[in-house]
């Protein structure tokens, strides 16, 4: 299930990949490990309802680019 969320006031998370996070609104999959521990510790938090549309969401976790 995916979920808009932004990233957290005062909070600098990066993807498993190690890159910055969009600075607005992106959608992410609440069921994958890496994301839900990222919403658990409140790095990421819901979005709004009135957020503008999401950006394109960034690489999943488990994703592997060569």
């Not at 995916?2 to 990949?17: H, S, Y």
Request: net charge positive.
């Amino acid at each position: 299930m995916t979920v808009k969320v932004v990233v957290a006031e005062g909070r600098a998370p990066r993807d498993a990949l190690g890159r910055e996070l969009p600075k607005g609104t992106f959608a992410v999959n609440e069921k994958d490990l890496f994301w839900s521990r990222l919403l658990r510790d409140r790095d990421l938090v819901p979005a709004p309802d009135d957020a503008a549309s999401p950006v394109a969401a960034p690489a999943a976790a488990t994703e592997v680019k060569k």
